[in-house]
């Protein structure tokens, strides 16, 4: 996959904008908007950290649904049609993430936008917020400290990204500032403000089992993953057992415990965490345990 020429990226991403629509321009401009998604009934919906998810009223159609889809594609160096019908990945002008479906696989082309966080938290946030107590917040301090591996637990928009970064955060204040952090994602989601950092992304070339082992050679501090799955589990805790505690991953499971009996191999010491700031719904914490 080969990304297009700078010239040619500025005339897809106007292209774009116009098959976007003005509608889907403004909520993807609107600080509290996460995600705008189009539904194969040409609907637009958004959700937001306020308000949540909800119908925004106005509707799209699935020509230009379908065109806006090819149009990302172009934009990323692939082709998108009937027999290679989703496309996905980072928009290359501003890093949201993009997932673009057509028939067969949908009854009609629909797509998913998702912005990056524009703001990054701080667990002293997270107390101000009721959503974990000050003896919560001590634990993950201390994890961080203490180098253990933090597995944050949770579901889709729960959050997961939001404590990672957090969590990261506390990392670059507490840790040794010469700390090596070697980052590997899908989609560019962590931020990270370390000076002595390398972040790597997935791609046609490389997938993330194979980042991990590469990351080994990188002479990383710390390893932090965006998101586990797969295969790349198993090499990751090879990673962080064979010298390189102190990681942070995050997967999705509806409870810590969940997490811990469908992945029995996770090794201690573990911080788990079930994570749902991103929705901020009354009691929120799950269990916790070091």
């Not at 889809?69 to 890093?95: F, K, Q, S």
């Not at 003896?135 to 993950?140: R, Y």
């Not at 942070?248 to 811990?260: E, F, G």
Request: aromatic letters at 4%; charged letters at 25%; proline letters at 6%.
């Amino acid at each position: 996959m080969r990304a297009a020429h700078p010239e040619q990226q500025q005339r897809l991403y106007a292209k774009l904008c116009r098959e976007l629509g003005p509608s889907t321009l403004a909520a993807l401009s609107d600080p509290d908007v996460t995600e705008v998604m189009c539904n194969p009934d040409g609907s637009l919906w958004v959700e937001s950290h306020v308000q949540g998810m909800r119908d925004i009223g106005d509707r799209l159609a699935a020509s230009q649904v379908e065109s806006l889809i090819g149009t990302v594609a172009a934009l990323l160096g692939t082709v998108v049609h009937g027999r290679a019908p989703i496309v996905e990945g980072e928009l290359p002008t501003n890093g949201y993430r993009f997932e673009g479906i057509l028939p067969p696989v949908s009854t009609a082309p629909t797509f998913v936008i998702r912005k990056r966080a524009s703001q990054i938290y701080g667990l002293e946030d997270y107390v101000k917020a009721g959503i974990v107590t000050a003896a919560q917040q001590k634990v993950l301090l201390d994890g961080v400290r203490d180098r253990k591996n933090i597995l944050i637990a949770g579901g889709t928009a729960s959050g997961k990204t939001t404590l990672a970064n957090a969590l990261m955060r506390e990392i670059v204040a507490l840790g040794d500032p010469t700390e090596r952090i070697v980052i590997l994602e899908d989609t560019r989601e962590l931020q990270c403000e370390a000076r002595n950092a390398v972040q790597l992304h997935t791609g046609d070339v490389a997938d993330l089992t194979r980042l991990v082992r590469v990351t080994m050679r990188l002479r990383p501090d710390r390893i932090i993953v965006g998101e586990v799955r797969g295969g790349e589990a198993l090499a990751l805790l090879k990673a962080w057992n064979t010298g390189h505690p102190g990681g942070i991953t995050t997967v999705h499971a509806n409870r810590s415990p969940a997490c811990r009996r469908s992945r029995p191999s996770w090794p201690r010491p573990w911080i788990w965490w079930r994570s749902s700031f991103a929705r901020q719904k009354g009691a929120a914490c799950g269990s916790l345990r070091a």
